[in-house]
Every structure is written in C-alpha cells, then in structure tokens.
C-alpha cells in the first residue's frame, strides 16, 4: 500500500549517516525548517541537475532559515565522491535499505515510459520547525528545484 503524505501531517522521524558516516535525525533539526528532497541516484543526469540546483540556491534557502538534506539509496562512499564532485555544501543521506523513502512515499512502484518499475521517486519535503509537512513535490522538476523550493521558503514566509 501506497504511503500518501500531506501538509500538516507530522514527518516520519529518521536516523540516516550522511556522506560521512555522520548520523542525522530528523529531531536534530527540530526547531528549524528541512528542506528534504529524495532522488534516485547519484552521478545520473537528472539528480545531479537537482543537486546542483538546490547548490546554486543554498546560501539563500539557509537566508530563509532552511536546511537541506539529501536522500537517495546510495550507499555513504557514493554519495561522498557526488558531493565533492559538484561542490554540495549539505549532507547527502544514505538510505540503503529505503525504509525512510518508504516511509516518505518516495520508494515504491513507478512508471517511466510505460514500464513499471519499484524505485524512488523525485519528492521534495519542506518540514517545519515543529516537525510537520508544511509543503511537498510528490514529482519534483529537477533542473529548477533550487528556485521552486526558494520562492516556496519565501511564500511560506509571506515574502513572495
């Protein structure tokens, strides 16, 4: 059974290690907003897209008061090597088994071309301070996702 999330419903809590080793859970980050996008792999055209584009706009989603976490299934050496590479500046989440993105809703059946495949889908969580879902992108865009979570942050905070 499909797992569906909605503003207002209270984030499923987690501990992932980050590139790193690093562990982070969601109640580290309580009393600040999380800006949680899950992707399906490093290094693929699509997802570095998005991680570039949530780079470019890093240091004015942290002006918003917003962290941003990563997740996708690839293990922590991976997700190191993409980081450096693309000059990430925020952790990247190894969720190897996909219980989290499970829990999110971003791990399941999906459809690409007509072929049904289980995998992760493209979602975007923006969590609030308090620990619950105040925006999500159950297929998030990824060449502009920076900007789309940007001006969500900014309308949240009525500075559209």
Known sequence: MAITLEAGDAAPEFALPDQDG?????????GQTVV??????????GCTKQACSLRDANAEIAAEGAVILGVSTDDVA???????EHGLRFPLLSDEGAEVSTRYGSWGEKTLY??????MTRSTFIIGPDGKLVRLWKRARAADHGETVLKALRDLAGRS
């Open 22 to 30: 690093a562990t982070h859970r969601l109640a580290d980050y309580r």
């Open 36 to 45: 949680l996008y899950f992707y399906p792999r490093d290094f693929t055209s």
């Open 78 to 84: 991976t997700h190191r090597r993409f980081r450096e």
């Open 114 to 119: 007509g072929r049904k495949s289980i995998g």
